[in-house]
């Protein structure tokens, strides 16, 4: 059954901006991205979003809801009273462009700085070959839909622009750890997560994990992972003792540092 | 409440005052953590600079064991090499269990949303003008976890030791069992489950491996730690309860409030 639904709507760009309330009709079964497409065309055919599949999988239209990271087309309006106002924002992170769109041009640099994976030789018959299991391992970092809400809701960069030149963010550190987990790869990217992509500055208070629209446990299976490797690497006297009387876990053997 | 220049209400972000729009109560996990962390610092430092009552035979309290200081009668199991130490016998061992949770990463979490509000809580806006994570020291030690790890491991197991002596009775006769054991036991499994499946262990049983294939035992230890892991949390408030609970049973009963219930 369709009732009568007020949003508050962030309209703006850099210049400045604020909250306009809207009410419009909605049907049972919608979702925010539907009562904002009807806004558009009924009452502000101006109003600015970024979409695409409506599904869930392409990560366009990151926004937040009621203050809190969402996927607009995947927050049902059933999950609020229906006379509750829904308050829809840009991300807060990044630079606002106008409306609900916002320049997220910071990730695609940081995933820029990001060495590739370096695969090593083929077999004599010409192929590569993995166990499934240490295929699995990956997959789950190969969901990310690259709608950057954890990269939003990280406050190492929300709440300090002038972090983001030193930190990847968190999408980058599951990136990482995929690379530093794959058995074929030859880069150890284990200096560069802790200097260059500064995974130091993450203090693992698990928001990114907590927005995650594809259920990623971006901390617990790649963050801290990554931090471990790193202790391995600069902080634990036992692995450099080790490597020092040789010792050396052979699991990194053929790897080069980048 | 505008915070910084640099963050949500910075030049290029979209221009929103308020330093959250989130309408549910999200203060209330971070209070729970801070009242009940709090709460759990006062009561531990009071009894461990107390140095008395934490003996009433066969229990010995979680916090004074091993008891390496100069002891009561009967608590020590191990000796009292520190026997010279003019402080309280609990302060030897405590930095151990206390480093172990301190940085833990669990517990780094809680205590920095709770306590230093970095972030108070998700989409809400730090009070702090600058932030530099754990890249500078003191934060930095927060990489020694395995190493409080290796010595909480050691503490597991004397907390074993003394809840296989707890089996006996006030005279240390076998084969008895009381309240006390029954708390003792609990918290040993609680302690257990909270040490093994802690981060560090994960890594170091097999999650540092790049070939799982190559590794078939360690893969199977790494997916058991990693089963126990998704409760890390849960473990450490139901572990921090488990091993107060203990203590102040041993105290009521070492101050003669209580009576030990004997059960055979």
């Known amino acids: 059954m369709g009732y009568d639904l007020t949003m508050r709507i962030w309209r703006g760009d850099q210049e400045g901006g604020g909250l306009g309330d809207y009410t419009v009709e909605v049907s049972e079964g919608e979702v925010v991205l539907d009562a904002l497409h009807r806004v558009q065309a009924t009452q502000a055919g101006d109003l600015a979003i970024r979409w695409n599949c409506k599904a869930g999988k392409c990560g366009s239209c990151s926004a937040e809801v009621n203050g809190r990271p969402r996927l607009l087309c995947m927050t049902r309006l059933s999950d609020f009273e229906e006379s509750e106002i829904i308050t829809v924002t840009p991300l807060r992170t990044f630079p606002v462009i106008r409306d609900l769109v916002t320049d997220v041009s910071y990730n695609y640099e940081k995933a820029k700085e990001l060495p590739y994976a370096d695969l090593g030789p083929r077999d004599a018959d010409g192929k590569r070959r993995m166990a499934q299991i240490d295929v699995e391992r990956g997959q789950e970092f190969r969901k990310c839909i690259e709608c950057f809400l954890c990269q939003n809701t990280c406050h190492v960069v929300r ?35 802790q200097d260059a992509a500064g995974l130091g500055m993450c203090n693992i208070t698990k928001c990114c994990t907590e927005v995650c629209p594809e259920g990623i446990k971006i901390t617990d299976n790649a963050i801290i992972p990554m931090k471990e490797r790193v202790v391995d690497r600069k902080f634990d006297p036992l692995v450099w003792l080790g490597s020092k009387i040789g010792l050396r876990n052979r699991d990194d053997e053929g790897r080069s540092e980048v | 409440m505008a915070t910084t220049d640099t963050g949500v209400t910075g030049p290029t972000r979209a221009r929103i005052p308020q330093r959250t729009l989130r309408q549910d109560r999200w203060w209330l996990a971070p209070l729970a953590t801070f009242v009940v962390f709090a709460a759990f610092v006062v009561y531990a430092s009071v009894r461990a600079f107390m140095g008395r009552d934490y003996y009433a035979s066969p229990y010995l309290s979680p916090f004074y064991s091993p008891c390496l200081g100069d002891c009561v009668e009967g608590a020590s199991d191990f000796g009292q090499p520190f026997r010279a130490f003019p402080f309280s016998a609990a302060l030897l061992v405590l930095v151990f269990p206390l480093g172990f949770r301190m940085t833990c990463y669990y517990y780094r979490k809680a205590y920095y949303r709770a306590f230093w509000f970095s972030p108070p809580a998700c989409a809400v806006a730090e009070p702090h003008k600058t932030y530099s994570g754990e890249t500078r ?53 609680l302690i257990w489950l909270y040490t093994l499946s802690c981060h560090s262990c994960r890594h170091a049983v097999g999650g540092r491996l790049r070939h799982f294939s190559k590794h078939p035992v360690r893969y199977r230890l790494w997916t058991w730690v990693s089963r126990l892991n998704a409760h890390h949390a849960r473990y450490a408030w139901y572990s921090l309860f488990s091993v107060a609970l203990v203590d102040l049973y041993v105290y009521l009963l070492a101050t003669g409030t209580i009576e030990d219930v004997r059960f055979f």
């Open chain 2, 137 to 189: 020291f003191p934060l930095l030690l927060q990489n020694a976890h395995r190493w409080f790890w290796y010595a909480a491991v050691l503490v597991g197991l004397v907390l074993t030791f003394d809840t296989v002596l707890a089996f006996r009775n006030e005279d240390k006769e076998w084969g008895h069992m009381g309240l006390g054991t029954l708390l003792m036991l609990v918290n040993i499994v």
């Open chain 1, 159 to 193: 709440d300090h622009e002038d972090n983001k030149p030193a930190f990847a963010g968190p999408r980058f550190f599951i990136r990482y750890a995929e690379l530093d987990m794959h058995p074929l790869d030859t880069h150890d990217r284990r200096a560069l997560a």
